[in-house]
Nanobody
Framework: QVQLVESGGGLVQAGGSLRLSCAAS????????MGWFRQAPGKEREFVAA????????YYSDSVKGRFTISRDNTKNTVYLQMNSLKPEDTAVYYC?????????????????WGQGTQVTVSS
């Protein structure tokens, strides 16, 4: 099992940046592909980005491609989401997730472990 704790959310103006972190418990972090999802009020949970076990492969949703960067540090059991050029439509609760079965999953239902989420609010 793995437990995930997100941090780094907050309030930022449009055009600004935030870096989210997700710290994982356990000694098998490198066995998990990691993903970031977000959920805005009244909307379904949406895929944002995913990263493979070694960090060598990444995948982004079209809505964040070129603005967000996912990375991981397996020595620190942590995955990051650097968010630049933020827009009001990026406002949501952001969740990190872990999956040990697929190399680069993009579907929420694939992930077996989830953090509690961190709020990101982008003001216009």
């Amino acid at each position: 099992q793995v437990q995930l704790v997100e941090s780094g959310g907050g309030l930022v103006q449009a055009g600004g940046s935030l870096r989210l972190s997700c710290a994982a418990s356990g000694r098998t972090f490198s066995r998990y592909a990691m993903g970031w999802f977000r959920q805005a009020p009244g909307k379904e949970r949406e895929f944002v980005a995913a990263i493979g076990r070694s960090g060598g492969t990444t995948y982004y949703s079209d809505s964040v491609k070129g603005r967000f960067t996912i990375s991981r540090d397996n020595t620190k059991n942590t995955v990051y989401l650097q968010m630049n050029s933020l827009k009001p439509e990026d406002t949501a609760v952001y969740y990190c997730a872990a999956d040990s079965r697929l190399p680069l999953p993009v579907t929420a239902s694939t992930y077996g472990y989830w953090g509690q989420g961190t709020q990101v609010t982008v003001s216009s």
